[in-house]
């Protein structure tokens, strides 16, 4: 399955690259075993989509959003003080959802 991955930010450079590096990584360590399933079937489509922005308090508002194969997933969370704790906690959620 070819997985379409969109990173969507609101502000600096920075936050989009840290955000494409903890996509990569959630996707190649945590979500691997999940996501194998869908590359048995050769028509299998997926679309990633991860928006983050900041707030006016300077902390960090997420979307993630996942359709695999016609199964649709999204999570939203606000208020992050860390962007790596908003985009795990995300994708934390997306194995729980994939996991049942």
């Not at 600096?12 to 690259?17: D, L, R």
């Not at 194969?69 to 962007?83: F, I, P, S, V």
């Amino acid at each position: 399955m070819e997985l379409k991955v969109i990173i969507h930010t609101n502000d600096e450079a920075h936050t989009k690259e840290v955000s494409e590096r903890l996509v990569k990584e959630n996707l190649n360590n945590k979500l691997d075993s999940y996501l194998k399933k869908f590359d048995d079937k050769s028509d299998a489509e997926g679309q990633l989509e991860l928006k983050i922005e900041k707030n006016k308090t300077e902390r960090f508002n997420g979307i993630l959003q996942v359709n695999l194969d016609g199964d649709a997933y999204r999570y939203e969370r606000e208020d992050y003080k860390n962007l790596d704790d908003l985009i795990n906690h995300l994708f934390d959620h997306l194995k729980e959802g994939l996991s049942k």
